[in-house]
């Protein structure tokens, strides 16, 4: 069969993992963890010695101790990580060095990327990696150990791939619209108001939901939480799980103070033919596409749809001419609930569907490192469909908030006829400028609605009130409530959906106060 397909597709043949729980502050470094995973893929091949001599380009993708907020505590930053696995493989450097923006995307944007750079004949043999060791991190800063030896300069400038364009505006700072874990609940309150459900109702639905991805986590032996909870478990608040960010406590919530790794080789079907790689241990990518959705939270449309999710896997699975039905395994991305529901309501994929919605258990159970998840769901992918030829597995990916999109099909069948896939140009405009995208105005005032709400928990309770509203005119405002425990409390205990009440400007912050 190797002889009979286009000699420049682009196959994985190759995957490694790792989850260190070996020392709370002595764990792996980031680079010692890059050397470690991207031995592992290349072992994996079958061909160590030929994959490594063959490698002609090295993608990483950017890990969070890289980032401008923790490069001073580090006593500088990652220049090359590229180059820092090259040198761990006794390499001096390869031709193609690429470093990903920041995004939970970025694992299967780079398998794209790279897919593209091998059918067009740019890269031959590719690896790729991502980690995150912000546990063993945390631990050494707050025991008062120097990052001192966390640097590492080889020299050289990677090629940056993606954009580390922020993911929220400065209007929406001021207002807690700039995290996660603020950010996903107003999405989650969005989709309750989307199935009609109450608060009892759909917390009932978040535990039943969310309950299969933590079965599936107890089994996988990477897992960061390896335990399986009930759905009462998932929603009962506990001390051990406070309220985050209502309606979520914090078993469902991402976790990212993991030690946790992956990396992948790819190349094209020549190159494993020459290398001697064996059928059974190549895996293809049927389709693949990228999207983005309107940038800014305070612009979407609406909080429960995503167009770049469905304008995506349309692209992906016209251009491996599959069908949804078609799959047999998934994993879509599953920071919070509200984004694998998402995923769900544009695929067309059932709540519980029967094939499952994840194989590694998802980030709050599997683990959540930071923006390399997905490079263990498509390692896991690729091992999935090698045990059972003939399958086909998608995986999905979600940069900032349900903002930046990325998507895999992958088979251990080839594709047939030549590989190409649609630029992101053709279709971007027009997800953009959607002539529904509301007016967002900055200065209320007057009556008001909520359209979605959250309420921020800190460790003694409720703290912060952040709603995104509308004015009688259709315009949408971001404002924040009173910061009194009987307003916060009774925006939990009342339906917040649709509720009147008034906006105005009080110390240069709107202010939404609730009527009853």
Known sequence: MAGSIDPRMPVLIGGGEFTDRS??????????????????????????????????????????VDSPDVRSAMGGRYTN??????????????????????GGNSPQMLVNDMAERIAQGDVNVALLA??????????????????DDWAD??????????????????????????????IYPLFENSIRGHMGHTVDQHMDHLGNFFAPFTDVAAQNPNSWFPIARTPSELTTITDDNRWIGFPYPKFLNSIIRVNMGAALVMCSSGAADDMGIPEDRRVYLHGCCDAYDIWNVSERVNYHSSPAIRTMTERAFDMADWSVDDLDFMDLYSCFPSAVEIG???????FDDPRGLTITGGLPYFGGPGSAYVMHSIVQMAAKLRANPGKKGLVTANGWFVTKHACGLYATEPKEGPWAREAQAS??????????????????????T???????????????????????????FLANTPNDAITLNDLQQREGLGRPGTVTQIDGLNIFTPGN
Do not use: W
Not at 130 to 147: A, F
Not at 344 to 350: A, K, N
Not at 453 to 470: A, L
């Open 23 to 64: 020392n709370a502050e002595l764990g792996l470094t980031p680079h010692g963890f890059l050397a470690k995973i991207a031995k592992q893929a290349v072992e994996d091949t079958g061909a160590a010695d030929k994959v490594t001599a063959a490698l002609d380009g090295i993608a990483v993708v950017e890990f969070t």
């Open 81 to 102: 990580p590229p180059r820092t696995i090259a040198k761990s493989l006794g390499l001096e450097s390869v031709p193609t060095e690429i470093y990903a923006a920041t």
């Open 130 to 147: 991502g980690c995150e060791v912000l546990g063993t991190m945390v631990n050494r800063l707050k025991s008062g150990l120097s990052l």
């Open 153 to 182: 300069d080889p020299g050289g400038a990677p090629e940056i791939v993606g954009t580390n364009r922020p993911g929220h505006s400065d209007h929406e700072k001021l207002y807690g619209i700039d995290l996660p874990v603020n």
């Open 344 to 350: 769900c309501m544009e695929l067309g994929i059932p």
């Open 427 to 448: 279709f971007q405009p027009g997800i953009d400028n959607d002539p529904a995208k509301p007016v967002l105005e900055e200065n209320p005032e007057g009556d008001a």
């Open 450 to 476: 909520i359209e979605t709400y959250t309420i921020v928990h800190g460790r003694k309770g409720p703290e912060r009130g952040i709603v995104i509203g509308r004015l009688p005119n259709g315009h949408r």
